[in-house]
Antibody, heavy 121, light 111 residues
Framework: QATLRESGPALVKPTQTLTLTCTFS??????????VSWIRQPPGKALEWLAR???????YYSTSLKTRLTISKDTSKNQVVLTMTNVDPADTATYYC?????????????WGQGTTVTVSS | QSVLTQPPSVSGAPGQRVTISCTGR?????????VHWYQQLPGTAPKLLIY???NRPSGVPDRFSGSKSGTSASLAITGLQAEDEADYYC???????????FGTGTKVTVL
């Protein structure tokens, strides 16, 4: 059974860099067809897709945030890290990491519980 | 501003049928990209409800069904139950944005 858990700071100051870690179990990101995505949800608003990293190290980013995001993986630790530079209060949101499967045509089938990040001075 | 538009809210009495539309354009649903649907119960993470337009993951009741036609997709809930009160989101890929997009979200209320 796949599970994912997000971790990171609850409060970040504007202009700082946010680093979020996704620790997962129950699957391997070195297995063909496995991917991990990051999605966020500002308070009271809709979901927003941020980035995805695949088993073959391919990386994909939201066009609007591409210049500020970096996604990476450590297969041996079963972790995926998302960094976001130059954060702004508009980046206040719950951040989810989730497993995405090629076999499901990139549907996201298992989600973490989410971690809430507030950007404020 | 999302490229997938959903009605902000729909409601129905227990036992009724409700549908949620997801209107896209030629660069996403209209170009043939698949649509997935997620259910988000209050205060919880989203859950995959429908994948590849019409398929239900194991454990999802057959009261939920998905369809796709042209530049739109729909989620139908038949035999509405109180436990179906949640936010629902569609998702697809957009070739002009070169990324995945979620719909604006629909809140389902059971009267």
């Amino acid at each position: 059974q796949a599970t994912l858990r997000e971790s990171g700071p609850a409060l970040v100051k504007p202009t700082q860099t946010l680093t979020l870690t996704c620790t997962f179990s129950g699957f391997s990101l070195s297995t063909s067809g496995m991917c991990v995505s990051w999605i966020r949800q500002p308070p009271g608003k809709a979901l927003e897709w941020l980035a995805r990293i695949d088993w073959d190290d391919e990386e994909y980013y939201s066009t609007s945030l591409k210049t500020r995001l970096t996604i990476s993986k450590d297969t041996s630790k079963n972790q995926v890290v998302l960094t976001m530079t130059n954060v702004d209060p508009a980046d206040t949101a719950t951040y989810y990491c989730a497993r995405t499967l090629v076999i499901l045509h990139y549907a996201t089938d298992v989600w973490g519980q989410g971690t809430t990040v507030t950007v404020s001075s | 501003q999302s490229v997938l538009t959903q009605p902000p809210s729909v409601s129905g009495a227990p036992g009724q049928r409700v549908t949620i539309s997801c209107t896209g354009r030629s660069s996403n649903i209209g170009e043939g990209y698949d649509v997935h649907w997620y259910q988000q119960l209050p205060g919880t993470a989203p859950k995959l409800l429908i994948y590849i337009n019409t398929n239900r993951p194991s454990g999802v009741p057959d009261r939920f069904s998905g369809s796709k036609s042209g530049t739109s997709a729909s989620l139908a809930i038949t035999g509405l139950q109180a436990e179906d009160e949640a936010d629902y989101y569609c998702q697809s890929y957009d070739s002009s944005l070169r990324g995945y997009v979620f719909g604006t979200g629909t809140k389902v209320t059971v009267l």
